[in-house]
């Protein structure tokens, strides 16, 4: 069996995949599975998109005998639909509460799992070089 510590679920945009793995080089030296999704932990919420999250975590421990889960959201995600509210108070909340419920689920779920890491991207002024990754408690 191979072996890798951590399943990451993040989101398909493209404007955050080279940011992304950066910070996942860095912050678990390359040792993971990346899911790509739209909406990222938005998908735990709904059924039909649950399924497939669940039974991409099931794989990841049964092959690679994982032992974290780090969520991934962002600003002005179009999943989320509302570009009027990026960079508000109101989109911070939605995340919040979509992450918070995913690890949740996760949680009940996988109870074997030592860490589930909750991330948030923002980036001021809609600059991805402004890009910063805040950790969610």
Sequence with gaps: MHRCSTLVICCIDFRFQEFIRSFLNKEVAGDYDLVSVAGSSKNFAMKKEQEFLIKQL???????????????NHQDC?????????????????????????????SNLFPQLKEIKLFFIKFPEFDIKKAVVEQIG
């Design 58 to 72: 099931e794989i990841s421990l049964k092959l690679h005998n994982i032992d974290k889960v780090y969520l991934i």
């Design 78 to 106: 179009g999943a989320y639909g509302d570009e009027d509210i990026s960079d508000s108070n109101e989109e911070l909340e939605r995340h919040l509460l979509d992450l918070k419920e995913s690890r949740m689920i996760i």
